[in-house]
């Protein structure tokens, strides 16, 4: 019998659940709050709905379902597993015309890709995904950039950037450097992206080995130079901007105003006309979430994407969207210590002596967990001193004790495991007294 | 562009998504009350893992997935998508020596089956399981039953009737029809398990014509026609059995005792002496909920199964379980307008009237999902009445307008979609006045 993962997953056990459903379910709370609405798509997916769209090396990463049936030819697949929740939005976007524009949804599922697995990265592994489509308002760019901010707050997450650019900018100055097509532009975009790892003197041999002239972006190294921040940046670089990039520098700085009014914090955006993002199909504003630990990176990203549905679907949706580094942001937060708080066990281990108190112990049981208190009733095969060392080591905070002398008198004994400290109630009080005796159970 | 979904798979839409998290929290809700953890494993399993434990005809539907790298096979495939959630679990306990028994866990996620699809089955649909492994006693059978039970009323479904029976009686009274193997004591069964649809003389012919004596079983058939019920049954059937056989009936009072102190109606549980079971694998209690309704049939099932870890996992743990037929519950509870109540779009729609106004709009938006109120900023390009259209399709109680007029005087025109009335309050308010006004807000 094989007892192994498939390289690159995980079993979530129950503390490790506890914690994801907490996080989970406060990052929900702030998509409701925000009027974003769930969607959830098949794990499966066509073939020929993902393939091609990402690109030769990633069809690669796909995992591809054999087809079944005796008519399947050995190697033919139909069916692959979803590698992200982009494209199956645009799918939906295009077998649902109906859907009221704009349409708001937030996606929390797995996505599964076959990368060389290393340290915190996984073959199947939870994508949190926010998304606008049909708005081509500035509006739409800013609500994506503030939910992400509530959504981290909320979380417990507050050491952080919001870097921001538009797109259109840093085309246009890839235009000034000699770029004639989408194509070249984003050859010059790529060579800028690794400003942050190797500094300016590198991209600007970088570009320049590309075939590109570093001289036509001198107003992004002066601005970089000069270390101008924000909008006298974005000032700095408008003389040198066609009418495309001055668009940009215009709906950047009505994202920032709209971002700030809905209640993102200012102090915590930053303008970076450095910031180019890889994906390729950027077409707008464009962000990143930062961790202010430059060890951690980015924990979160997103912009605009107007051309990427209709190249997906067929259907012209203009479209934003933002994506939490959920896994990223779980270690974070279990390394700070911000998960340890959940709660271990029920609160509760109802104790069973033999077969003759069994029905007294599952009544106890069952008024307790009528009560709305978690309670555990110990179902094993074990003696009351396994039923205790199960408790020491689960972490039940109370055991109720019922013996042929409870039985007997209608009573429980409740021991308080921190101070393992004893007392005798009527069983019709149990609820009211652990309620009253433990404050962590939540009942009133 | 291929715009179609894997046949028998469903994408989830907003209004779906949100009935299926209600149910879905409920249910977990009573497994948490009841001291159950949660687990979730990868989709994917290893094909050694997953082959040959089900049988040949059912490793044809498993989803198998085609080896990735330069040096795969046309062909080879070496992971499989899970098709239930009682092999996972035994390849957890397999693994994880350490987990503190009894081990009970809930654990509610889709698998993959490639059956012909048709109404209401789907290739891939969600299991909603919870199992109690590492404990013989009949506490923890019935504490399987109660927590169904606890989990369907608690979801609003109580038109069911909990049948209960214990495999060792009818495998006894096989050995008297002559079957002298496990195989041949499960073809008999196999018999008996339809009796509800074709009747008692079709059954016994069928033991005949399997080559078995259907007179071996007259006790059956005399408690059957005498349509004693429940434990009197046992009592007529007692005589025939063996030891094993009246072991069975010992234990099935157990558990039914126990269940009922545990909070189960008694009158919702029936003994059912001709109750099977399919699955080879149970060795003691088994049990089924049906509906009353009889075109529904079966909402929950499951059994104890001492035998099927050892097997899947090489770890002999014993063990119990308890599926929910979620997805049956989910097309019943719609069909009776169970679902119709949940809310289907964020409380209040903020309306945009043009670029000048957007920032006073931001911050009413903010100040009402602060202070925990669903709410919807429009986002998107249109106009005023647009946006009326919008908020009237979707369903949004209340209208926030915010015009010129409005941003100069500190305002907002609060509109109550169902009587048209309108109210201006001043921002400040605007979150105490839309709690005051709609106690649907939940926000005090």
Redesign the interface.
């Known amino acids: ?6 390289k690159g ?6 503390e490790a ?2 914690a994801r ?1 907490r996080i989970i379910s406060q990052v929900q709370a702030v998509f ?4 974003f ?10 073939i ?2 993902l393939a091609g769209k990402y690109g030769d090396e990633t069809d ?2 796909m ?4 087809k ?1 049936g005796a008519d399947a030819q ?2 033919e ?1 139909d ?1 692959a ?1 979803r590698y992200d929740l982009t494209v ?1 939005l645009a ?2 976007l ?3 015309p109906d ?4 349409f ?2 937030w996606q929390i599922q ?1 996505v ?1 890709r ?1 990368e060389r697995p290393q340290r915190g990265r996984f073959r ?1 592994f939870w994508q949190c995904d926010v998304d ?1 489509a ?4 500035s ?2 760019d ?2 994506c950039v ?1 939910v992400a901010d ?1 959504a981290l707050r909320a979380i417990g997450f507050h050491e952080y950037t919001i870097r921001i650019n538009d797109r259109r900018i840093l085309s246009d100055l890839a235009r000034s450097a000699g770029a004639q097509s989408l194509e070249q532009e984003l050859s010059v975009l790529i060579a800028i992206d690794k400003l942050d790892k190797v500094g300016v003197n590198a991209v600007q041999a970088e570009i320049s080995g590309r075939g590109f002239d570093p001289n036509g972006l001198a107003p992004l190294w002066a601005a970089l130079a000069s270390q101008v921040e924000g909008e006298q940046a974005l000032e700095a670089l408008s003389p040198a901007l066609s009418e495309s990039g001055r668009e940009g520098v215009a709906t950047l700085k ?1 994202v920032i ?2 971002a700030i ?3 993102v914090d200012p102090a915590r955006v930053r303008v970076d006309v450095s910031l180019a993002r890889g994906a390729d199909y950027y077409t707008g504003p464009v962000f990143e979430v930062a961790a202010n630990d430059p060890s951690v990176g980015s924990v979160a990203g997103g912009g605009r994407y107007d051309g990427l549905v209709e190249r ?3 259907r012209d949706v203009p479209a934003v969207g933002l994506s939490l580094g959920l896994e990223r942001l779980l270690v974070l937060l279990e390394g700070a210590g911000a998960l340890s708080g959940i709660e271990a ?2 609160t509760v281990l109802v104790t ?1 002596f033999d ?1 003759t108190t ?3 112990s ?2 106890v ?2 008024r307790l ?2 009560g ?10 074990g003696k009351l001193k396994a039923q205790f060392k ?1 408790a020491a ?2 972490g039940h905070r109370w055991l109720a004790i019922i013996g042929p002398d409870e039985v007997a008198a209608g009573t429980v004994t409740l021991k308080n495991q921190r101070t393992w400290e004893n007392v005798s109630v009527p069983v019709e009080q149990v609820v009211g007294i652990v309620a009253a005796l433990d404050p962590g159970t939540g009942v009133r």
Chains 1, 2 share one sequence.
């Not at 409701?32 to 009027?35: I, P």
């Not at 609405?37 to 066509?46: F, G, H, M, S, V």
């Not at 995992?63 to 054999?66: A, D, K």
């Open positions: 019998v094989s007892v192994h993962l498939p997953t995980r079993d979530f056990l129950p659940m506890r459903h409701d709050r925000f009027g609405e769930p969607l959830e798509t098949p794990a499966i997916e066509r020929e709905t690669k990463l995992f591809r379902i054999h079944r050995p190697g697949c069916l597993l199956p799918r939906v295009a077998m649902n859907l009221p524009l704009p708001k949804r797995p599964w076959a199947e606008i049909g708005s081509r308002s509006a739409a800013a609500e503030a509530a009505e105003r709209t009014a809905m209640g997906l679907s067929g066990a029920p069973v077969a069994l029905a007294a599952s009544e049981a069952r967990r009528e709305g208190i978690a309670t555990e009733l110990y179902v094993g095969d199960l080591r689960r």
